[in-house]
T-cell receptor, first 115, second 114 residues
Framework: AQSVTQLGSHVSVSEGALVLLRCNYSSSVPPYLFWYVQYPNQGLQLLLKYTSAATLVKGINGFEAEFKKSETSFHLTKPSAHMSDAAEYFCAVSVYKAAGNKLTFGGGTRVLVKP | DAGITQSPRHKVTETGTPVTLRCHQTENHRYMYWYRQDPGHGLRLIHYSYGVKDTDKGEVSDGYSVSRSKTEDFLLTLESATSSQTSVYFC?????????????FGPGTRLTVT
């Protein structure tokens, strides 16, 4: 069975500082990995996804993530936080079966950006 | 934005009553999913559909049933609501259902069972 662990349910960063959100996964097969963002009272929006084409994946809004197989990690980073980055972020691994891909999510990390 | 709507957006109901949530899409995507979101648990899959009248259980399916009679609509029913089903429910869709396929999420339905 697949699982995802996000270290830290809350992260506080200063505006302009590095954002680092940690995600570790377990999977019995090569995984597909995703980061989603959820703004208050909204649904989830895809930030980026890893599909084995490249280990460093660039997403929207200046975010990127690096897949490290040896560490079973897919950490999300952004060099300089903006106030608009305040949101909750979810890492997910895809479990593909013939009847469709099922996402297994981590518990989420809420990001607070301080001015 | 993907054309996904959920209704109702908010609902308060009493324990023991049946509740049906509706997800409607205009993208003609084959795959549809129902998730629930609870603090600390992220989103957990309840049921999903891989075509009209084709559905399967997810991780937390007990107490829920689904139906899909048309491509565009996916209904989630709580036969007899319990307080443990108080949650935010999200519908999602995907086109191909392959492992790297993005899922698009609706705006969510906040359900409170008193």
């Amino acid at each position: 069975a697949q699982s995802v662990t996000q270290l830290g349910s809350h992260v506080s960063v200063s505006e302009g500082a590095l954002v680092l959100l940690r995600c570790n996964y377990s999977s019995s097969v090569p995984p597909y990995l995703f980061w989603y963002v959820q703004y208050p009272n909204q649904g989830l929006q895809l930030l980026l996804k890893y599909t084995s084409a490249a280990t460093l994946v660039k997403g929207i809004n200046g975010f990127e993530a690096e897949f490290k197989k040896s560490e079973t990690s897919f950490h999300l980073t952004k060099p300089s936080a903006h106030m608009s980055d305040a949101a909750e972020y979810f890492c997910a691994v895809s479990v593909y079966k013939a009847a469709g891909n099922k996402l297994t999510f981590g518990g989420g990390t809420r990001v607070l950006v301080k001015p | 934005d993907a054309g996904i709507t959920q209704s109702p957006r908010h609902k308060v109901t009493e324990t023991g009553t049946p509740v049906t949530l509706r997800c409607h899409q205009t993208e003609n995507h084959r795959y549809m999913y129902w998730y629930r979101q609870d603090p600390g648990h992220g989103l957990r899959l309840i049921h999903y559909s891989y075509g009209v009248k084709d559905t399967d259980k997810g991780e937390v399916s007990d107490g829920y049933s689904v139906s899909r009679s048309k491509t565009e609509d996916f209904l989630l029913t709580l036969e007899s609501a319990t307080s443990s089903q108080t949650s935010v429910y999200f519908c999602a869709i995907s086109a191909t259902g392959t492992g790297n396929d993005e899922q698009y999420f609706g705006p969510g339905t906040r359900l409170t069972v008193t």
